[in-house]
């Protein structure tokens, strides 16, 4: 990707896309938002949410090529092929170095073994997602979850999470700690989710700064790519060995790559096809 510097941060205000109105039902999808809650109101005026987010509405980097490394190994191995590749593509000669992702475990482990030097950013969709998930837990409605989510959002964008985090501290003492045997969708569980979630990624939510300096704030592009791979991979009535779905997903991320690669690839394979057959000889076998 590549993008422009700014002095200021470009877009100081938080977009439309990014309130309640226009990307509940995205969050919703996502799936740390808890149900909806029950509108006491006279009407659900900003309750049709769309499942898009208007990427045209964020300053960012415009996307220069895409590769796409698929496998299904554990981190340590997947990590190895990730990196050669991004060493393949010129990353380390890269100005600014930018690591996106959505902040879980593995994916930390990750980026701090094979891309340390490069910024880690928190997808701004995964990181509103829990907002929408405790705006809901401490209200009584729907209404009043739209208006807190809008409130902490606009505080994300802003880069005053630490705002948040003391918010939902006091949350949590108001309604108290989740017992150890707390459902998933216990309020208290949610809250004390959230609160740990922003606390431990804190630091990787400075979006003013990322603005500044145009690095890209979601990773929503690749997040999509994941589904070209799982309609090959994961449909009905298909089933892989260990080694066949590790080759169909390396051949599905080289199809799904710019640059045409496959296509590369078999234009070299055809400049040295014969026609012919080959087989292997054994002299000692060959009667005289």
């Known amino acids: 990707m590549s993008g422009d510097r700014h002095e200021n941060d470009p877009q100081p205000e938080l977009p439309s896309a990014l309130r309640y109105e226009a990307v509940a039902e995205k969050l919703s999808d996502i799936g740390k938002t808890g149900a909806k809650l029950a509108f006491t109101g ?3 005026l900003g309750l049709n949410a769309t499942s898009t987010v208007d990427s ?5 980097p415009t996307l220069q090529l895409r590769g796409v490394v698929a496998s299904g190994q554990n981190w340590e191995d997947f990590g190895r092929l990730l990196a050669s590749q991004a060493w393949y593509h010129g990353f380390a ?5 930018v690591f996106v992702s959505d902040g879980s475990g593995a994916i930390e482990k990750l980026q701090g ?12 969709l995964h990181a509103l997602s829990y907002s929408l998930a405790a705006a809901r837990a401490v209200s009584n409605d729907e209404a009043a979850a739209q208006h807190q989510y809008d409130i902490w959002a606009e505080k994300i964008w802003k880069g005053s999470v630490r705002e948040v985090i003391e918010e939902l501290k006091e949350h949590s003492l108001r309604i108290g700690e989740p017992p150890p045997n707390a459902d998933t969708e216990d309020p208290r569980q949610i809250v004390r989710a959230s609160y740990t979630y922003y606390t431990n990624h804190a630091k990787r939510m400075n ?4 603005r500044r300096e145009g690095f890209p704030l979601t990773s929503s592009l690749m997040e999509s790519t994941v589904k070209q791979v799982s309609r090959r991979v994961k449909g009905s009535e298909k089933y892989w060995s260990t080694g066949g779905g590790e080759v169909m997903l390396r051949l599905r991320g080289e199809y799904l790559s710019d640059g045409n690669p496959m296509g590369a690839y078999w234009t070299r394979r055809s400049r040295y096809a014969t026609g012919m057959r080959t087989y292997r000889r054994n002299a000692h076998a060959v009667s005289p």
Request: hydrophobic share 25%; no cysteine; charged share 30%.
């Open 42 to 44: 006279e009407t659900e």
């Open 56 to 60: 045209e509405e964020f300053p960012g």
């Open 93 to 97: 000669a890269s100005a600014r170095k």
């Open 113 to 124: 073994t094979h891309f340390s030097e490069h910024t880690s950013v928190l997808d701004i």
């Open 207 to 210: 979006y003013p700064h990322y």
